[in-house]
């Protein structure tokens, strides 16, 4: 890595915003490069210093607020590439992505673990009065009805 | 309740066990058994059909039924409301049940096993059989059997057999701490030299559809070849209740869910043993299931439809009794079983 790309990046790797390979990049550059790592530490000193300037808060001069808004006003808006690139920034891609693997790990999960139909203790029932037909005990009127009873129901379900 | 109606069913039974016998108790109650269980190869009939469970709600069907011998039947269902108008055709091989209410023609073939003699060796062992006085059932004439177990010696059941055609014209059934399980009966009954057979052809009328109905599973006496074809290592019981013994066996794929069965007779009653790799209770439906321990481990029981549903799980497998037999003694089966 050059120091003019380590110093492009230098900002998004304070903020911790580099994804991690090309965070590690920076952090073995910075360890070999004085000239680099004062650089970075200019950086984190003069982001401190606003930050204590400004840990009250305080209310910005309506210049400063119609100066903001005239800025704002004046930039163009974004062109597509520009919102796509902004959309495929590493902060906004990896939490989608992370999410997108979990979501995709909980159906799968759920295949595997509720695929298979609860076994009701009518349909033991059924069975056991089923494959009991042939017992001396068996009185068959009740067992048809018991049997039959299922398909009716499927049926029912079934209907429109 | 429960309890008084027991006692007053066991001191019913032996007193009607204890009424002297006519010069006809020396039958041979095995045989009228037995000439029982098939009377319905010999002869033809028409008439009306009341059975009642008893449980934790009581449940009846009311059905008439037409027999042509010796394999054609044909049962029309008056009660419960769920199933009236239902119509069931069938000969012993196939049945067809028609369901008017969705035009729907079920094509059913589980009823072969129907046609499975009585083992009268094994109810010989487990059993004796009284032979009683002549007492009338819908209007006919008909012997009373009880049979009695010779391990418990309460009464597992009581048959009325016509004296003229051996049919069963009423059956009660008890479970072992002798209360009634389940009473069937015929409310009228004449029997004819043949019905039309009209009665019994399996057609598919105009605006209704055939299909298939529920697959239940082909069993087989062989446990070898059932065992074999599971994807777990099945556990068998190490004792059985008295008198009972490994009959038959079946393997289901319910879904992603493969299940074993083991059904255990002994000659009269009917235990199942359902074996399946989920380790988790099966989904309660009707009344909602007890606590009961087997073993030192938790199971749960329910009372559905005529029948006892025990379930526990250990090692990773789930196990689940079915039965007419009280939750107390399905519990100490399953606690024989070592897992």
Not at chain 1, 44 to 67: F, N, S, W
Request: charged letters at 20%.
């Amino acid at each position: 890595m050059t120091c003019q790309e380590c110093r492009n990046q230098l900002l998004d790797y304070t903020r911790h915003e580099l994804d991690a390979a090309q965070d590690a990049l920076i952090f073995e550059h910075l360890s070999t490069c004085a000239d680099c790592r004062a650089r970075q530490q200019a950086e984190v000193d003069l982001t401190d210093a606003i930050r204590a300037q400004y840990a009250e808060d305080r209310e910005l001069p309506m210049a400063v607020i119609a100066g903001v808004r005239q800025a704002m006003r004046s930039r163009p808006a974004p062109t597509f590439v520009e919102t796509v690139r902004a959309a495929l920034r590493p902060a906004i891609v990896a939490p989608a992505a992370a999410a997108v693997l979990i979501i995709a790990g909980l159906v799968r999960f759920s295949q595997l673990h509720q695929a298979s139909p609860a076994l009701t203790s009518s349909y033991f029932v059924r069975q056991h009065v089923a494959q009991t037909l042939g017992s001396p005990s068996s009185d068959r009127s009740w067992s048809a009805y018991l049997l039959t009873s299922e398909n009716a129901k499927t049926a029912e379900a079934g209907a429109p | 309740m429960r309890r008084k109606r027991a006692l007053f069913l066991i001191a019913a039974a032996a007193a009607w066990l204890l009424l002297p016998c006519r010069a006809g108790a020396a039958t041979d109650g095995y045989a009228l058994l037995k000439q029982a269980v098939s009377a319905d190869d010999h002869v033809s009939f028409s008439g009306t059909i009341t059975s009642l469970m008893y449980g934790q709600s009581t449940t009846a069907t009311v059905v008439r039924i037409e027999h042509r011998a010796p394999n054609q039947w044909r049962l029309w269902y008056v009660a419960p409301a769920d199933a009236y108008g239902r119509l069931i055709v069938s000969n012993e091989s196939v049945q067809y049940q028609y369901e008017p209410k969705t035009g729907k023609v079920f094509s059913n073939d589980w009823i072969s096993p129907l046609v499975a003699a009585p083992d009268v060796a094994r109810i010989r062992r487990n059993y004796s059989v009284l032979v009683a006085d002549l007492a009338t059932v819908a209007g006919r004439s008909a012997r009373r059997l009880a049979l009695v177990s010779n391990y418990t010696h309460t009464l597992a059941q009581r048959l009325w057999i016509d004296s003229e055609t051996n049919l069963v014209l009423r059956r009660e059934v008890y479970h072992a701490d002798s209360t009634l399980a389940a009473k069937t009966e015929f409310d009228n009954i004449a029997f004819v030299k043949d019905l039309p057979p009209d009665l019994f052809k399996m057609s598919v009328p105009a605006g209704m559809t055939l299909v298939p109905g529920t697959d239940y599973g082909t069993s087989t006496p062989d446990l070898t070849a059932v065992t074999s074809r599971l994807t777990f290592k099945a556990v068998a019981p190490s004792e059985l209740a008295d008198g009972f013994a490994f009959e038959k066996g079946s393997v289901e794929q319910r879904g992603r869910v493969q299940s074993a069965e083991f059904v255990y007779s002994d000659g009269l009653r009917s235990i199942s043993l359902f074996e399946n790799p989920t380790g988790r209770f099966p989904d309660f439906d009707g009344p909602p299931p007890k606590p009961i321990e087997v073993g030192a481990l938790a199971g749960k029981y329910q009372l559905l439809t005529g029948q006892t549903l025990l379930s526990w799980n250990a090692t990773g497998l789930n196990f689940t009794m079915v039965g007419d037999i009280t939750a107390k003694e399905l519990a100490r089966i399953a606690s024989l079983i070592k897992t």
